[in-house]
């Protein structure tokens, strides 16, 4: 391996280049025309304008691509998260071109892309998944059986699923006629694939998901646990780890679950393993495997010391991980919190523009992710991830005030971000005691003092 | 980017091939320069081109030989009143339809708007790169079987009415 071309942009393709540097190798970034100028083209050896600013013109196309790489010489193909990493066709046309992907092996990106089939694959394998359906739903009346069996309130889910489209809460009988509609219809435009399941709704859940990194030589290990149970509509806000909440022995158990998993799918890369936790019950459930990097990786590196991107290209390079089980430990604790360009006091409307300012903290215990800089225009056309602040500290306490120190010195201006927000939440006495769940944001701290002035 | 040995000897070759008088060439700290023997820098030194990551630099005209042979692109000398067709997506570029066929179109020639003026090859697909205005070819600024990216220039036309 030589030479990569980094299949995406933002702040994952900044890390991935810093990543190659470090291991001598070069680089090539791609970007759309609404990237031009952009950091990770900055510090890249060569970068390539793939298209207009419409990601399926550009960073979704896999021709464009596979014909980038081999066109500049790359034998290897980074796809970071989002766009193209996990769709399992890209992945085989790099395979058909001579080009390494930096993943897993296809068959298993086609499995974990199934929601359905990953859900029938964990409960094979023992790992407990929610009640509920076990095939795909073929009408109203067969979800309302199913509903009645494992009880109200249930969750519609698309089999496509991911970053909560096609999700639905059915609180009652009578609403779920029409919620199935909704859902069958979101899904079908989100993933031109309408097929969805139900569970049983757990209430008051945490999400707990497991780190995996495995090699083509049989060595298949975890990296402790992260906590994202900080969610807005699905979407995580603040990543932790290791999780606040869980006993130990359940821990043990759902480590153990997620090595299971990996090793059974055949798995090679890093992954994540996701689970929903229910402290009331003391039980965890499978919800699904991510066959990428996250984009909160950083907390399991801050308290773990491995380099998980480095790690990527070391497996994908057909070499054995230079450590075993016995020698991971989880040292201390680490919070991360999504920096977005939102505006969070007017419905988190995205807030795209020039940043007339930007000055992000530095210090021990302290890392920030990022691809913005002073006069940088953030594009209108793609997530608004800015950067990720992560604090680590020898216990949760002093992680979670560096962090907050740290929010309250970054500035950023021009555009609107969630930095306001995230010092709200970060202060919160109910995140200080860890007495959080997933709806926690939307049920609890927006509705009441905790709206950001 | 690190420039191996291989890469130099392919760099050599093209510009041996190219009848360009003088070539420069800037990656990171490496610098390469070369020029051709008998060839004098007077008065008026021939500007290098520099190959850059960049879409070609249009205001930059590779330096005019004494005699430019027949296949090369007449030097445009100034961008004024020509227009460029851009590369609708990024790919290899081609002149010509097949191998073996004769290009498309040759500096001077008149093309109509819907003319073909080149191809550009992603993954075996051939994309028709079309004329879009009435005008004469000014220059072609790309290499046959080159990859170029979205929007680089491929052709500059000058209009007609």
Redesign the interface.
């Known amino acids: 391996m030589k ?1 990569v071309l980094v299949a995406n942009r933002g702040e994952i393709a900044v890390r991935v280049i810093r990543a190659c540097r470090a291991l001598g190798l ?1 680089t090539v970034a791609v970007y759309s ?1 609404a990237d031009r100028g952009s950091l990770a083209t900055q510090l890249a ?8 600013p419409r990601s399926s013109d ?1 960073y979704l196309r896999i ?2 691509m ?3 790489a081999r ?2 010489g790359c034998d290897a193909v980074h796809p970071g998260y989002g766009f193209l990493a996990e769709n399992a066709a890209f992945a085989e046309m790099c395979a058909r071109s001579e080009l390494t992907f930096v993943g897993p092996p296809t068959q298993v990106i086609r499995l974990m892309g199934d929601k359905i089939a990953a859900r029938q694959f964990a409960a094979k394998l023992g790992v407990p998944v929610i009640s509920g359906t076990e095939d795909a739903l073929h009408s109203v009346e067969e979800a309302s059986a199913v509903a009645a069996e494992v009880g109200y309130p249930v969750l519609l889910k698309a089999a496509a699923g991911g970053g909560g489209r096609g999700m639905r809460i059915v609180r009652a009988r009578g609403e779920l006629r029409e919620a199935f509609e909704r859902a069958r219809a979101e899904a079908q435009a989100a993933f031109d694939d309408g097929r969805l399941y139900v569970e049983r709704f757990v209430e008051e859940a945490r999400h707990v998901e497991v780190q995996v990194l495995a090699d083509e030589h049989g060595q298949c290990l975890h990296l402790g646990e992260r906590d994202c149970s900080l969610q807005r509509r699905h979407q995580k806000l603040v990543e932790e780890a290791p999780s606040p909440v869980l006993p130990d022995a359940l821990r043990r158990e759902l480590l153990e679950s997620a090595v299971t998993l990996a090793r059974e799918a055949g798995y090679r890369s890093a992954g994540t393993i996701e689970f929903l936790v229910e402290p009331a019950r003391g039980r965890y459930y499978f919800l699904e495997m991510n066959t990428r990097i996250q984009v909160e990786h950083p907390v399991t590196e801050m308290v773990t010391g491995v380099d998980l991107v480095t790690e990527q290209f070391r497996v994908a390079a057909g070499s054995r991980l230079s450590f075993d089980q016995d020698q991971v430990h989880v040292r201390g604790h680490a919070i991360e919190t999504r920096v977005n360009a939102e505006a969070p006091d007017a419905g988190f409307r995205p807030s795209p523009g020039r940043i007339t300012s930007w000055a992000a903290p530095e210090g021990e215990g302290l890392r920030v992710d990022t691809h913005c800089f002073e006069g940088y225009v953030v594009p209108p056309f793609y997530d608004s991830l800015l950067a990720k602040t992560i604090a680590f500290g020898a216990n949760r306490e002093e992680a979670r005030s560096r962090l907050l120190a740290a929010l309250e010195r970054f500035t950023v201006e021009g555009i609107q971000t969630t930095i306001p927000f995230h010092r709200r939440v970060l202060a919160h006495s109910d995140f200080i005691e860890s007495r959080i769940h997933t709806r926690w944001i939307e049920e609890s701290f927006l509705g009441s003092g905790g709206r950001t002035s | 980017m690190a420039i191996e040995r291989e890469d130099l000897k392919e760099i050599l070759a093209a510009v041996a091939t190219a009848g360009f008088d003088e070539f420069s060439l800037e990656i990171g700290d490496m610098k390469i320069r070369l020029t051709k023997q008998g060839v004098v820098s007077a008065a008026s030194p021939p500007r290098a081109t520099t190959v850059t990551e960049a879409p070609a630099p249009l205001q930059e005209a590779p330096a005019r030989p004494s005699t430019p042979p027949a296949s090369r692109p007449a030097p445009v000398e100034a961008l004024d009143g020509l227009l460029a067709v851009t590369a609708p997506l990024l790919g290899t570029f081609y002149r010509a339809p097949a191998p073996d066929a004769p290009p498309f179109v040759e500096v001077g020639s008149v093309v109509e708007p819907d003319d073909t003026v080149c191809i550009i090859e992603v993954m075996k697909l051939m994309n028709n790169v079309r004329a879009g205005r009435r005008g004469r070819v000014a220059r072609i600024c790309a290499e046959n079987a080159a990859l170029v990216e979205f929007g680089q220039t491929l052709v500059l036309i000058e209009p007609l009415p």
Not at chain 1, 45 to 52: E, F, K, S
Request: net charge negative.
């Open positions: 030479r070069e025309e050896d060569r970068a390539l304008c793939i298209g207009p550009s021709d464009t596979v014909t980038a066109g500049t």
